[in-house]
Nanobody
Framework: QVQLVESGGGLVQPGGSLTLSCEAS????????MNWYRQGPGKQRELVAS????????NYVNFAKGRYTISRGNAENTVYLQMNSLRPAVTAIYYC??????????WGQGTQVTVSS
C-alpha cells in the first residue's frame, strides 16, 4: 500500500493559478500511475490527469488539456498538478491516487480548491 498526502489547495481568484502536490510513501514499486481526481459539490469524483510511473506518460481529460499540467518531482514519489486560468466551476476537493498494477487504488485525503472572488 501507498500513503498519499495532498497539499497546496486553498482560495484563489478567478484566472489565477495553483499548484497541488502529492507526496507518496510506502511500497511504491507496484504503482502503475499517479492520478489527480476532483469532486465538486454534489458531483461524482472524476479523473483530471494521470502520469505513469515508468515512462511518465501523461493523460488529461478534455477540460484539463491546455490548462493543467501533471508532473513528477525529482523524487519519484512526488506528483504535482499545476492549474492555470482557474474558474469558479473547478471548485472541488482534489484527490491524489496511486493506481497499482493489481488494479488496487490508494487514495489521499484530498485538498480543497476554491475559486472565488
Amino acid at each position: 500500500q501507498v500513503q498519499l498526502v495532498e497539499s497546496g489547495g486553498g482560495l484563489v481568484q478567478p484566472g489565477g493559478s495553483l499548484t497541488l502536490s502529492c507526496e507518496a510513501s510506502g511500497f511504491f514499486a507496484t504503482v502503475y500511475s499517479m492520478n489527480w481526481y476532483r469532486q465538486g459539490p454534489g458531483k461524482q469524483r472524476e479523473l483530471v490527469a494521470s502520469i505513469t510511473t515508468e515512462k511518465t506518460f501523461t493523460n488529461y481529460v478534455n477540460f484539463a488539456k491546455g490548462r493543467y499540467t501533471i508532473s513528477r518531482g525529482n523524487a519519484e514519489n512526488t506528483v504535482y498538478l499545476q492549474m492555470n486560468s482557474l474558474r469558479p466551476a473547478v471548485t472541488a476537493i482534489y484527490y491524489c491516487s496511486a493506481y497499482h498494477y493489481s488494479a488496487h487504488e490508494d487514495w489521499g485525503q484530498g485538498t480543497q480548491v476554491t475559486v472565488s472572488s
